[in-house]
């Protein structure tokens, strides 16, 4: 019986979506920064993330508006590998290939997650965590490969690359919101793509996007640089760096000492 | 203070670095060793990519191992002759090294073979090593002159060198070969192999101690700068910045282990060496037996 009013509310929203001429309220977006330097002193990085809501009508009536905010870095495929113990060791045995896993994933929340989106839009949209990541063909020999997916969101939850932070977002009046997202110290290069989705009543009205730039520069850029562009070389230079601080050490050391 | 590293992608505290550098450089200046071993394992535990800290490791080495050498070197405990003669077998050895870690590689169980092999030589020369120093240290306090060993095998081989520094006069044969098997052990274990070079060099070739660390420092040099050029030109795994860091550290170490070195006697130097070694084995060897606290692990790219 619930589920069935839960189905019966989502229709109902589903018609009355279609009905409305699009868009009735607009997301108006800034950042208080759309590029990220990678120095060498890099520690990371908050980001603050905030924005308007433009509409031509009064505030609609029913339940408040939500904001939901993602920031995925580039994705790439990733090997998961598990361990098994064999004869009293333990090793790699199976491996599962997922597809493509956004190396950084953070969303942020204006209410608890359920308040925020459905699950048909989540999965519409992709916002959660585990929609974010794509995982088609695991191996015949593996039965679980759902348990390869959720240990990539685990490992990359504690080490602060998922996030997923409900009820972060301030909205006041139903107009302005404002929230920060943490980048950690360890992120990789690459456009990261950001997403502010509004929802009322799990719904979403409106979205929008724009990149944040994750770029290394000075020293790292032209050191990354010289190690794919000149490999020969990069390594001789690492080389040389090593003789001679070697060298100069042994020097500075004999002086000190006569 | 924090240092982001261009190759690793992560961001570690520099003072970590230059300490670790630090004690990895000083016992490579006491006992002779590049300290792979060491520095290798101590990098996964930063959450350095694999990759990078075994290229990284074997970059540093060049560095501490110059330093320690430019010291032995002026006090004359380099055979430089036998280094030569190393040096030929360690780096056919590890060409060949790398052409069966490529193979290995391809066959998915490189990690487990790697560790197999540390566990294996570790404990095989760590535990060599404690009785047999254990042993001499004993003479040396009842008095009685430790007895050289003979090596009849390898008295009777032609192409007979003399070695003047050890005092030895063999064929360059034993010595080619130790340095070839060290050479493919350090290609498929990413050290420069100096924790096997010093036992052999004593054991097999009978050198004398305060001559094996230089000796063995010496081709270590050669056979770690191959090995950062083979990486950085193949797998774009050594980071400099990194590198320089343990290096800041491992040179300033490396001095201090030296003069250590050189207060304490052989046979004190050797068991401690062997206790270090069969420390690192044990570790190793719980991580492989006892139940990870993370049974997955992830790796992108071609690492």
Request: hydrophobic share 50%.
């Amino acid at each position: 019986m619930h589920r069935l009013a839960a189905v019966l509310i989502l229709l109902a929203n589903a018609v009355s979506a279609q009905q409305i001429p699009p868009p009735q309220e607009e997301v108006v977006l800034g950042l208080s920064q759309d590029q990220v330097s990678i120095s060498t002193d890099f520690d990371g990085s908050n980001i603050l993330i905030f924005g308007a809501i433009k509409r031509e009508t009064p505030i609609p009536e029913g339940p408040p508006l939500e904001v939901l905010i993602t920031v995925a870095g580039p994705s790439v495929p990733v090997t998961v590998r598990r361990k098994e113990r064999r004869l009293g060791i333990w090793v790699n045995t199976d491996a599962v290939e997922v597809d493509s896993a956004p190396s950084f994933y953070a969303i942020a929340t204006s209410a608890p997650w359920s308040q925020t989106i459905s699950d048909i839009e989540d999965l519409r949209h992709r916002v959660s965590i585990p929609r974010a990541i794509r995982s088609v063909g695991a191996p015949m020999t593996v039965q679980d490969s759902q348990s390869f997916t959720e240990a990539v969101i685990r490992i990359r939850t504690d080490n602060g690359l998922y996030q997923l932070a409900e009820d972060t977002i301030e909205v006041s009046q139903q107009t302005l919101f404002d929230t920060s997202i943490a980048m950690p110290a360890s992120l990789t290069e690459g456009a990261y793509r950001t997403r502010i989705l509004l929802t009322r009543n799990g719904m979403v009205i409106s979205q929008r996007e724009t990149v944040i730039e994750v770029r290394k520069v000075g020293l790292e850029r032209w050191l990354y640089n010289l190690s794919r562009e000149q490999p020969l070389y990069y390594g001789l230079l690492a080389v040389a760096i090593a003789i001679a601080a070697g060298w100069g050490a042994s020097a500075a050391f004999r002086l000190i000492r006569s | 203070m924090q240092l982001y590293l261009p190759i690793a992608e992560v961001s570690v505290n520099l003072f970590v670095l230059l300490g670790l550098g630090g004690i990895v450089g000083m016992l490579s200046g006491m006992f002779g060793v590049g300290g792979g071993f060491l520095i290798t394992p101590l990098l996964f535990f930063l959450g350095i990519p694999p990759a990078v800290a075994v290229a990284t490791g074997a970059n540093q080495i060049v560095a501490s191992s110059i330093s320690a050498v430019l010291a032995h070197l002026k006090r004359k405990t380099v055979d430089l002759r036998m280094g030569f003669v190393l040096l030929i077998g360690g780096m056919t050895g590890s060409g060949f090294g790398v052409y069966i870690f490529n193979i290995l590689r391809e066959m998915g169980q490189v990690d487990l073979l790697v560790r197999l092999c540390y566990v294996l030589f570790l404990g095989m020369i760590g535990g060599l090593m404690f009785v047999e120093s254990l042993r001499a240290l004993r003479n040396s306090k009842r008095g009685t002159p430790p007895k050289r060993r003979q090596h009849g095998w390898v008295h009777g081989l032609p192409f007979k060198v003399r070695f003047r520094t050890s005092g030895l006069y063999i064929s360059a044969i034993p010595p080619l070969m130790v340095g070839f098997a060290v050479g493919i052990l350090a290609a498929i274990m990413g050290v420069g192999g100096g924790f096997i070079m010093v036992p052999a060099m004593i054991y097999l070739l009978g050198m004398p101690t305060k001559v094996v660390i230089g000796t063995s420092l010496f081709q270590i040099i050669f056979v770690t700068a191959f090995t950062t050029l083979l990486h950085a030109t193949t797998s774009m795994t050594v980071d400099i910045v990194l590198a320089l860091a343990l290096i800041l550290g491992g040179v300033v170490g490396a001095q201090f282990g030296n003069v250590i070195g050189m207060k304490l006697k052989a046979e004190q130097l050797r068991i401690l060496l062997a206790m270090l070694v069969l420390a690192v084995c044990g570790k190793i060897g719980l991580e492989l037996l006892l139940r990870p606290a993370e049974i997955y692990t992830l790796s992108t790219g071609g690492s």
